[in-house]
């Protein structure tokens, strides 16, 4: 049993137990065009709700990638690397960045479900 | 009569369509070039040398082994390859270049003639004292230039280029703040500048805070001063700025920088706009950095090389750079160290080997000396003139974010005009160069959504700007009529169409490398 | 004015077409203050072109050229033979008066001599990638130190003795802020141990070589050091030429490499411009700093260049930016890549051959001069002498007998007193036996 959820910052966490999964949304990825490199946090590396944990780049920008909830990076998807097409192509899916063990179930409770978020980007 | 039925026809026939690939790939004028590394080969050279040996006794055991891999060409075959390579590049000297915050103006040939004076361009930079003194003279009097012009006391020489002279101005910052015994960290910079200033602010060790801009294109003076603090080291602030604006409440913001116990910076990209009119040190600036490459003319040169001297204020005169040029009953002398300095001074460092961009000093004083005060006023009159003109004409069909003006030199348009026509700034802007033009600068400044920075400079002549007027306007009603295809497709008549860079970011190719040897047969 | 098109009507129809009454009201938004008369500048009035070019002249014919008389002045910057062409080219209107290549479809010309240039200079460092060129050798000294900085995430920088002077000082300036920039001591004609400074806190080593004596360095074992405490070597190279005939950086175990690139296709200028070339490993790319060049498609499919990887830049990243930078050289980077050209393989090997086999023969001469030593057991095309008496005031009654011979180390350095009596002496392919015989009796004139 999983749930999403996603910042303001536009990027989603998928919940499995206490492992977290973080990616950008499609919207990021529409924005950003195609995306042509992306740097991948270690594992063992921690980071608190909010720090950067990634850098996802475009032809036109570079943007940093935050970590929606703290916690300790586990895995990388290291094949972004090689294909960072994957992102504009599945961005919620194979192109996720990063897994982490969650430290506090709290921070992800906080954040926004795909309804509030879809009404988020409208607002935009 | 005598016929001659052997003769030339000396009808024209009739045109055909262009699309007819070419058996060369080259077509007419349009010719290709492949890299030398592809058309060159061994045993032939471009230079006649003597084949002298030499033995390994003093080389310290570190001769070359291998080869470097460089081609032979003969001189014909390199000439015809940058002759080919140069035709393929768009220029001032061909056509408008209308490049906002670039100041693309005429560059005199004057100026490359006097730079190449052998007693300027041979000229070697540590040779003796009396061997440079009309070199040292004639940075002295440049400097006069700069100082008389800005109305400031001082000038630092040697930063390479704008970026550097802010990193210059940056550092002397720093070096007065700390000679206070002060810790201020934080640079105020507005959301619409240019992108090097928040990189040298964060180069130089700052922490870069962003001020917002006003709906109406100027600096939000109550936002800056809200955020001024006893942390704060200094502003930076473009003026005229990148929305082609001058920053009316300039003193006031001075003064209330100079009140929290900061410096104010002024990046100094659009000085062509009050040269010879406005004096940078009668508005309160601290330091300001002044591209030779823009306002004074040396040329771009497809990227450089620039120059980018920074004039000081009395606040921070004394934090300049070395070498510092003094002169006494001997002449002009270099203080290149600390040992020799000059009551007070306190130099924070060193920007580079040497004492600066001397071949653009010439070129620039070549310039001024052209001009004279009365051509330097003219000068940015007639580029604020010609940009005002630009925008007076536009702006029914474009769309000018910041109402109907005045500017100062550079006219500066959103992409509102282009709205549910399917048509992009980077479309309008592709389509204007198979006009024959140089697109303006497109997408910055970042507050305004799809900019478009038309600078003309003083260099055209109305003639110019009115055809140059009509082409941008039958450009934007065919946008609006819905007419993509002339701009989907853009460019269609340049050397190449659109390039992919997300091929080219995504595996980077950087430099050629020899085809790997075919797989031997089995 | 013979620069500015508009006439005087034009002006008036212009005003009229913008609503203005004049040029003051585009004016207006300059505080009253703050306009002033053309009068408040103390500066004279415009001028036809033969008089400003009678005036510049006047100011060159006070100068000597390296070309006018026996010179041999080197550290850091070397006279050379340029070849007619380079001139001629670099010239072109469409080289010359282009800006930037933002626009690719329209500035493959100066795309692909930046993709060629790349292509050199990674050939002749010996390295894997190389950038479109930085300001010149100092400045990309300065940003290969940081760039070691963030790539190490370890705040010291070594500098070796024999690193210019200059260098050293541009370095300390930039580097020394986020960082510890560490000077090892003044070594001449020798090579310090440098490897004994190396720990754990070290990002990079930078070592010149030949350095600013004219010593060749083995940079070998140096890497090796560097490699084992996990720190870089940055190898700084004054004197591009010598890489005709000297092992690489790259095939020694440098990380970085930083070159001035003046000696190929570049005059002395007096100081600038010049061309700063920056080299690395192809895994430190993306902590590069300034522009570079890569190859791609166009819709068409036909080969073409763009600027690429440019989120690395300040016109992107802003703040994080790896470098200020926003130009390069380009046009010295033309410069040198036309030169580079015509040189060809066998061209560069013979220009450094020559260089150093002149360079000997002068060494060899001027150490026969009696009380005079040289000090530089070996050397590319520059040593160093030590004289019986300072160099300095031996430098000046030199170029009053018509010769500049070398640079005294003193005005580098001048709080090393070991230093006092070194003479550096460069000598290229531009210099006669008549130059060599001038300056040999000048010395012993000057010496007695």
């Known amino acids: ?124 | 009569m005598s016929m001659n039925n052997q003769g030339r026809p000396s009808q024209p026939g009739v045109a055909q369509d262009n699309d007819l690939p070419t058996i060369s790939g080259d077509r007419g004028l349009d010719l290709e070039a492949r890299l030398i590394f592809e058309i060159g080969r061994g045993g032939v050279t471009g230079v006649d040398l003597p084949d002298v040996k030499v033995d390994d006794t003093r080389l310290g055991g570190v001769r070359r082994k291998g080869a470097v891999g460089l081609p032979g060409l003969s001189e014909p075959e390199v000439i015809r390859h940058y002759v080919r390579l140069s035709r393929q590049n768009y220029a001032i000297d061909a056509g408008l270049y209308p490049l906002g915050s670039c100041t693309m103006k005429h560059n005199p040939r004057l100026n490359e003639k006097m730079a190449r004076l052998p007693g300027f361009g041979d000229l070697h930079p540590l040779a003796p004292r009396a061997a440079t003194q009309g070199a040292l003279a004639l940075i002295s009097e440049l400097m006069n230039w700069l100082t008389t012009l800005t109305g400031m006391p001082a000038v630092a020489m040697s930063p390479k280029a704008g970026a550097h002279g802010e990193l210059c101005g940056l550092l002397a910052i720093r070096a007065a703040v700390e000679a206070r015994g002060e810790k201020r960290n934080r640079i105020l910079v507005p959301e619409s500048a240019h992108g090097t200033n928040p990189a040298t602010a964060a180069f130089a060790g700052f922490t870069v805070d962003e001020v917002p801009a006003k709906p109406n294109g100027h600096v939000d003076a109550a936002a800056l001063k809200a955020k001024l603090g006893p942390d704060v080291a200094a502003i930076m602030l473009t003026n005229p700025n990148t929305c082609g604006l001058f920053e009316g409440e300039i003193v006031e913001i001075a003064k209330a920088v100079h009140a929290a116990g900061a410096y104010f910076y002024c990046d100094g990209a659009n000085f062509n706009a009050i040269a010879g009119r406005v004096r940078p040190g009668d508005l309160g600036i601290d330091a300001m950095h002044i591209n030779l490459h823009k306002t004074f003319s040396t040329p771009h040169g497809g990227g450089g090389p620039g120059a980018g001297p920074v004039v000081l204020s009395e606040r921070l005169a004394a934090y300049a750079p070395l070498p510092l040029l003094v002169s006494d009953a001997n002449g002009f002398r270099l203080i290149e160290d600390r040992d020799e300095l000059p009551p007070g001074a306190k130099p924070f460092g060193r920007m580079c080997a040497f004492h600066g961009q001397m071949g653009m000093f010439v070129r620039a004083l070549s310039y001024m000396l052209s001009h004279g005060r009365d051509g330097v006023r003219q000068a940015s009159e007639d580029a604020v003139l010609s940009a005002n003109y630009i925008l007076a004409s536009l702006k029914d069909v474009m769309s000018a974010p910041f109402g109907d003006g005045p500017c100062m030199h550079e006219a500066l348009f959103d992409d509102t005009f282009l709205e549910g026509s399917g048509v992009t700034t980077l479309d309008f802007a592709k389509a204007m160069i198979d006009e024959g033009y140089h697109p303006m600068t497109m997408y910055f400044p970042l507050v305004v959504h799809g900019a478009m920075l038309i600078e003309p400079t003083e260099s055209e002549s109305k003639e110019s700007l009115d055809r140059f007027i009509a082409v941008l306007r039958g450009l934007a009603e065919e946008a609006k009529a819905g007419k993509r295809e002339r701009f989907e497709g853009a460019p269609r008549y340049a050397p190449r169409r659109r390039l992919d860079e997300t091929a080219a970011a995504r595996k980077p190719v950087l430099r050629w490398k020899p085809d790997p040897l075919p797989q031997a047969a089995e | 004015m013979r620069y500015l098109p508009l006439t005087p009507d034009d002006r008036r129809v212009m005003l009229a077409k913008i609503g203005a009454p004049n040029i003051d009201a585009l004016f207006r938004d300059v505080p009253r203050e703050a306009v002033v008369p053309l009068t408040a500048f103390d500066l004279p009035e415009t001028k036809g072109e033969l008089e400003v070019e009678r005036a510049l002249a006047k100011l060159a014919a006070k100068n000597v050229a390296a070309g006018a008389v026996p010179s041999f002045c080197g550290v850091g910057a070397y006279k050379h033979h340029v070849p007619s062409a380079v001139d001629h080219l670099i010239q072109r209107s469409e080289f010359l008066t282009a800006y930037t290549p933002y626009q690719p479809e329209i500035a493959q010309g100066t795309l692909q001599v930046l993709f060629e240039f790349q292509t050199q200079v990674a050939l002749l460092t010996g390295m894997e990638v190389a950038n479109a060129s930085l300001y010149d050798g100092s400045t990309a000294t300065a940003e290969a130190v940081l760039m070691a900085q963030r790539l190490t995430r370890r705040p010291k920088a070594i500098l070796s003795g024999g690193l210019h002077p200059h260098y050293a000082e541009t370095v300390e300036t930039v580097a020394g802020l986020s960082g510890v920039v560490t000077r090892a001591p003044v070594t001449p004609g020798a090579a310090e141990d440098i490897a004994a400074l190396i720990d754990n806190d070290t990002a990079c080593v930078v070592v010149q070589s030949p350095d600013v004596f004219g010593l060749i360095r083995n940079l070998r074992p140096i890497a090796e050091a560097a490699h084992a405490k996990g720190a870089l070597l940055i190898a700084v190279v004054t004197e591009a030429v010598s890489l005709g005939l000297l092992e690489s950086p790259g095939a020694q175990g440098a990380d970085i490499v930083a070159c001035e690139g003046q000696s190929i296709g570049n005059g002395l200028n007096f100081g600038g411009p010049y061309v700063g070339l920056f080299a690395a490993r192809e895994k430190f790319l993306r902590q590069m700093p300034g522009r570079l060049c890569g190859e791609t498609v166009d819709a068409s499919g036909k080969r073409g260049f763009v600027l690429t990887l440019s989120t690395r830049e300040q016109h992107i990243r802003r703040e994080k930016a790896t470098s200020n930078i926003c130009t390069n050289s380009g046009l010295c980077a033309l410069a040198f890549t036309i030169h580079l050209s015509l040189l060809g393989e066998e061209g560069l090997a013979r220009l450094a051959r020559i260089n150093h086999a002149r360079a000997s023969a002068l060494a060899d001469r001027l150490a026969r001069v009696a009380g005079v030593e040289l000090m530089t057991s070996s050397f590319f095309n520059e040593f160093t002498l030590k004289l019986p008496k300072p160099a300095a005031p031996v430098v000046d009654a030199l170029a009053a007998k018509g010769v500049l011979g070398g640079v005294p180390a003193s005005r580098l350095m001048p709080h090393e007193t070991a230093a006092a009596n070194l003479l550096i002496v460069a000598a290229t392919e531009t210099n006669t036996d008549d130059d060599f015989a001038a300056f040999e009796t000048a010395l012993k004139e000057v010496l007695a």
């Open chain 1, 1 to 124: 049993m999983s749930e999403v959820r996603f910042t303001d910052q536009h990027e989603w966490v998928r919940l499995e137990g206490d492992e977290a999964t973080v990616g950008i949304t499609r919207h990021a990825a529409e924005q950003l065009g195609d995306v042509v490199f992306v740097e991948l946090p270690q594992a063992g590396r921690k980071v608190g709700a909010g720090g950067e944990a990634a850098v996802v780049e475009s032809v036109k920008a570079a943007s940093e990638v935050y970590a929606p909830v703290g916690g300790e990076v586990t895995a990388a998807n290291s094949a972004l690397e090689a294909e960072p097409a994957k992102v504009n192509e599945d961005p919620e899916g194979a192109g996720w960045f990063f897994k982490m063990k969650l430290s506090d179930k709290a921070e992800f409770a906080k954040l926004m479900d795909a309804a509030a978020y879809q009404e988020f980007v409208k607002g935009l």
